[in-house]
């Protein structure tokens, strides 16, 4: 991967970049949390005596991005890492934790310094599906005391419906946008045209169900034959089903990619 700010330099095609992942919510030292993101660290950055990453080059290019006019966001989760919460109490606490690292809080561990990120993302993947709901719900708290700029809520769940660990959070917590992955899963792009591929599912969840009813739909796909195992299309089928959807579900909000340099590389 190039670094973060390169890509803004070059491309105005993307509106939103959300950098994966935070995938360990409390390690066991100083129940700091633990990041990977690739190759956009510096080695041996760790704050000392935890096992959090120090990025300022990262958060300098999240500051570039932020001056092209793209919003950029912390997934937490991802396929592999050691999250979730045991009850509502430490849900709340985290988002507090996160508000202080990542976003319009302070602390002396800042990862990004003093970039402040756009929002957060849950690609939850694994665990329990306890404390989500709060954990959205106290941050939104955050930031409505924030009126330096405005914060997002978004998800990537699985493209079955419901999502085996967000269904439930989907039907009671607020999320500005959803990134479906339509990939790895029986419903995923390749099965557009077939009963399987299920954005009218997604697109009722948006008008009926979430509570959001301004909610945007993402259209997750890879970003390359090596991207994913399954659910990769061409660019010109990926037109046909965009244009299809487009016109179809007025909840469709764009596509995702996942991920960025396998996007470039393609």
């Known amino acids: 991967q190039k670094p973060l700010g390169d890509y803004c330099q070059t491309s105005e095609a993307e509106d939103v970049i959300v950098l994966a992942f935070l995938h360990v919510f409390n390690s066991a030292s100083r129940g700091l949390p633990r990041m990977d993101l690739s190759n956009q660290c510096e080695q041996n950055s760790a704050f000392p005596g935890t096992g959090l990453l120090h990025c300022p080059r990262t958060g300098e290019g999240v500051k570039m991005c932020q001056s092209k006019g793209k919003a950029v966001i912390l997934s937490l989760g991802g396929a592999a890492g050691a999250y979730g919460f045991s009850d509502d109490a430490e849900a709340k606490d ?9 976003l319009g809080g302070s602390s002396g561990t800042r990862p990004l310094d003093d970039a402040i990120l756009d929002g957060v993302d849950l690609d939850i993947e694994g665990g329990s599906a306890v404390g989500y709901p709060a954990f959205i719900a106290e941050l939104r708290s955050l ?5 330096r700029k405005q914060y ?7 493209c079955p419906f419901p999502d085996a660990y967000l269904g439930a959070t989907l039907q009671s917590a607020w999320v500005d946008m959803v990134f479906v992955q339509y990939y790895n899963n029986y419903c995923g792009t390749q099965a557009y045209g077939s009963f399987n591929f299920n954005f009218e599912q997604w697109d009722n969840w948006a008008k009926t169900i979430s509570v959001n009813k301004n909610v945007k739909v993402y259209l997750g796909v890879p970003a390359s034959r090596t991207a994913a195992n399954a659910g990769y299309v061409s660019i010109e089928r990926l037109e046909e089903i965009m244009d299809s959807v487009r016109c179809k579900y007025s909840s469709f909000g764009g596509v995702m990619m996942w991920d960025i340099s396998q996007s470039y590389g393609n």
């Open 94 to 102: 985290f988002a507090h934790t996160i508000w202080n690292l990542f």
């Open 143 to 147: 930031f409505a005391a924030d009126s």
């Open 152 to 158: 997002y809520i978004t998800a990537a769940p699985q």
